[in-house]
């Protein structure tokens, strides 16, 4: 049973930055994808950044991309979302998701394993 623990989430200021966690277990995750997706109030479920477990390939949304890091410790089976220049509207519940295949994919109808997810907040 895969399962997927978000923590890191919180009220910060724009400007700031907050790092995001997500403990994997259940698996060996080595074929995977991870993402990340977040969910604004009133707001579609949209794709974030994404990572290949194996090969460290990174991709992102355009609106994160030069802002937001994703990374992977595979030692604790870990996957790290570094939030860098927030904005209000980065506010979002933020899910980690895993993919059982390596393959890029934007989509969440994709993804086979959520995470409770984690509240982040920006202020301005």
């Known amino acids: 049973q895969v399962q997927l623990v978000e923590s890191g989430g919180g009220l910060v200021q724009a400007g700031d930055s907050l790092t995001l966690s997500c403990a994997a277990s259940?698996?060996?995750?080595?074929?995977?994808?991870m993402g990340w997706f977040r969910q604004a109030p009133g707001k579609e479920r949209e794709f974030a950044a994404g990572?290949?477990?194996?090969?460290?390939?990174?991709y992102y949304a355009d609106s994160v991309k030069g802002r937001f890091t994703i990374s992977r410790d595979g030692a604790k089976n870990t996957v790290y979302l570094q939030m860098n220049s927030l904005k209000p509207e980065d506010t979002a519940v933020y899910y980690c998701?895993?993919?059982?295949?390596?393959?890029?994919?934007?989509?969440?109808?994709?993804?086979?394993?959520w995470g409770q997810g984690t509240q982040v907040t920006v202020s301005s």
């Open positions: 990572i290949s477990w194996s090969s460290g390939v990174t």
């Open positions: 259940g698996r060996t995750f080595s074929s995977y994808t």
């Open positions: 998701a895993a993919r059982a295949d390596y393959r890029r994919t934007y989509y969440s109808g994709t993804y086979d394993y």
